[in-house]
Nanobody, 115 residues
Framework: QVQLVESGGGLVQPGGSLRLSCAASGSIFGEYVMRWYRQAPGKQHEFVAV???????NYAGSVKGRFTISRDNAKKTVYLQMNSLKPEDTAVYYC?????????WGQGTQVTVSS
């Protein structure tokens, strides 16, 4: 079993920054891919960013150039640096880990962008 714990969410003004963290623990074997998703009120789950074990990244168009995903393999932790935040970035942010054909999810962390 794998556990994911997100942290770093909060309230920030438009134009501000936040850094989310997601720490993984448990039975992880070999390579694994980590992703961030978000869900805003009344909207569907939305892909945000992905990073592979080798460090390859990809982003949703809505966050490209503003968000940066990174990982520390030794700590089994993925980060999401969010800059130039906009009110439309308000959502619950979830991390996920894909390993050995299984997908695991964290409990989510709320990000609110408001003046």
């Amino acid at each position: 079993q794998v556990q994911l714990v997100e942290s770093g969410g909060g309230l920030v003004q438009p134009g501000g920054s936040l850094r989310l963290s997601c720490a993984a623990s448990g039975s992880i074997f070999g390579e694994y891919v980590m992703r961030w998703y978000r869900q805003a009120p009344g909207k569907q789950h939305e892909f945000v960013a992905v990073i592979t074990s080798g460090g390859t990244t990809n982003y949703a168009g809505s966050v490209k150039g503003r968000f940066t995903i990174s990982r520390d393999n030794a700590k089994k932790t993925v980060y999401l640096q969010m800059n130039s935040l906009k009110p439309e970035d308000t959502a619950v942010y979830y991390c996920s880990l894909a390993n050995m054909g299984n997908d695991y999810w964290g409990q989510g962390t709320q990000v609110t962008v408001s003046s």
